[in-house]
């Protein structure tokens, strides 16, 4: 079993920044590919950002690369989302996610939300124009 809980989010003004935390539970972290999803009002959850269990290959929504970058620690369980130049578009709520890469190529990712096993509860982003 994997808890996840972000934290980080807020109100921010468009042109902002925010760092995006999320805290896994779990005993052996690099055994999890991780991701970022999002949701707004009335939208489906879609993909924002994923990271490979080592970290080094990384993937994102063409709505958000160069302005979003994922990274990840294995040594303290946590992904990170560090987002600049936020625009109104970008106000969600922002889930981590985490798949099971136990066995996975160093450089594979999950990038459908079915690939992910454990999801956190969410933390709300608002970008004010």
């Known amino acids: 079993q994997v808890q996840l809980v972000e934290s980080g989010g807020g109100l921010v003004q468009a042109g902002g920044s925010l760092r995006l935390s999320c805290a896994a539970s779990?005993?052996?972290?690099?055994?999890?590919?991780m991701g970022w999803f999002r949701q707004a009002p009335g939208k489906e959850r879609e993909f924002v950002a994923a990271n490979s269990w080592t970290g080094d290959t990384t993937y994102y929504a063409d709505s958000v690369r160069g302005r979003i970058t994922i990274s990840r620690d294995n040594a303290k369980n946590a992904v990170y989302l560090q987002m600049n130049s936020l625009k109104p578009e970008d106000t969600a709520v922002y889930y981590c996610a985490a798949a099971y890469a136990l066995g996975w190529a160093t450089d594979r990712i999950a990038k459908f939300t079915p690939e992910y096993r454990y999801w956190g509860q969410g933390t709300q982003v608002t970008v004010s124009s």
């Open positions: 779990v005993r052996t972290f690099s055994n999890y590919a």
